[in-house]
């Protein structure tokens, strides 16, 4: 079952904040976090693996939220290089680590 | 030095024919994997080999054939190629048994476009 992620676009200015959830109908052993540029291949920005776990670098971080089986995405003060698309990927309990990865949700940060 | 590598990077074909794409990890990682990502971005498995194994096998159609001679290579095969075939297929590989508490590094992606 394919995780919704929200919103599915989103426009901001350089400075400006975003959150981008990610929802899943199923229980979650994991949550990856990616980005992919225009062309690019995906990136790989963190993992989440407990529940509550809440983890960041620079000014990117993420939140779990096992029991609402939930993660969402914090960018603060974007940056230009933020621009892309963003993809949660969940896995679920006896899957054999098999990814599966939201629809995306395409952030433009405009100067 | 490129983590993970494919070949070709763009790929033009007719409906009916076969063709092959190549992957090569130097990360020294356990497990590959095989993307395929449509026109709607919607990246979805295809196969995943750990060690030369297959442990994952998705709903792909029996044309499509992975190949691992040894664990830093995994190939795809793709036997009379249709129209629908057409997408960017990313290899990508991850260290130990599963992808799911590792990060997985991503190829730079095969364009596929089957006329």
């Known amino acids: 079952q394919q995780p919704v992620q929200s919103p599915q676009a989103v426009i901001l200015r350089e400075g400006e904040d975003a959150v981008i959830n990610c929802s899943s109908s199923k229980a979650l052993y994991s949550v990856h976090w990616y980005r992919q540029k225009h062309g690019e291949a995906p990136v790989f920005l963190m993992i989440?693996?407990?529940?509550?776990e809440q983890k960041g670098h620079d000014k990117i971080s993420a939140s779990f939220n096992e029991k609402k089986q939930q993660s969402s995405l914090y960018l603060t003060a974007s940056q230009l290089s933020y621009s892309g698309t963003y993809f949660c990927?969940?896995?679920?309990?006896?899957?054999?680590?098999?990814?599966?990865f939201g629809q995306g949700t395409e952030l433009s940060v405009k100067p | 030095d490129t983590a993970v590598s494919q070949t070709p990077k763009y790929l033009v074909t007719q409906m009916g024919n076969d063709k092959s794409i190549k992957c090569e990890q130097n990360l020294g990682h356990d497990t590959m994997y095989w993307y395929k990502q449509d026109s709607k971005k919607f990246l979805k498995i295809m196969f995943s080999y750990n060690n030369k194994e297959l442990i994952i096998n998705e709903t792909v159609p029996n044309r499509f054939s992975p190949k691992s001679p040894d664990k830093a290579h995994l190939n795809l095969h793709i036997n009379s190629l249709e129209l629908g075939d057409s997408a960017v297929y990313f290899c990508a590989s991850s260290q130990e048994g599963t992808g799911g508490y590792n990060e997985q590094f991503f190829g730079p992606g095969t364009r596929l476009t089957v006329l």
């Open positions: 989440l693996l407990k529940g509550g």
């Open positions: 990927g969940t896995d679920h309990y006896n899957q054999g680590g098999k990814l599966i």
